[in-house]
């Protein structure tokens, strides 16, 4: 009895483990729509798969994962971010006509998704952090001063400092 109440819950197990997207595509319907294949939870986007939309522009892509992950939907210059769980399905919308908001989702946390879409890109966050990283410990470190970051954090007492002029990290 234990046996067959473990097989039939086994596809169960399996589609907790599944993202599904459901989606449709307005405007000129391409050929295919790629997106990012989670790895370990990480979005990348060396990872990616596609997905051919019918004549409608309708389309459905299945994950499996057992971690919350992002997952970047891309048609030419059009994409969308999807914050996503397993065991979860999504509907999605990428509106080629609409140039403000190509990327929609609905649903429960249709706000959420739709604020995080909203965000400047990370490639931009990092232009404009530029400015901070010429002072840090990584700048340092790329410039093998070692002494300077041993100093500063501690690592150094000031007679072995003097004496020996010798580092070790």
Known sequence: ????????????????????????????????????????GVCNYGFKDFVQPDSLGKFKIEIETEEE??????????????????GK???????????????????????????YNKLPSPVYIQIGAGEFLRDTLAVDTAKGNRENIAWEYGLIETHMYCKHKHVSI
């Open 89 to 115: 399905s999504y509907n999605v919308r990428l509106d080629l006509n609409n140039k403000e908001t190509p990327f929609s989702v609905s649903g429960k946390y249709s706000s959420v998704q739709e604020a």
């Open 1 to 40: 009895m234990t046996l067959i109440i473990l097989l039939i819950s086994l596809p169960a197990c399996r589609d907790q483990k599944k993202i599904i997207i459901r989606g449709e595509i307005t405007g000129e319907i391409p050929e295919k729509l790629e997106y990012t294949v989670p790895v370990h």
């Open 69 to 86: 992950v992002f997952i970047k939907l891309m048609i030419n210059n059009v994409q969308g971010t999807l914050i996503s769980e397993p």
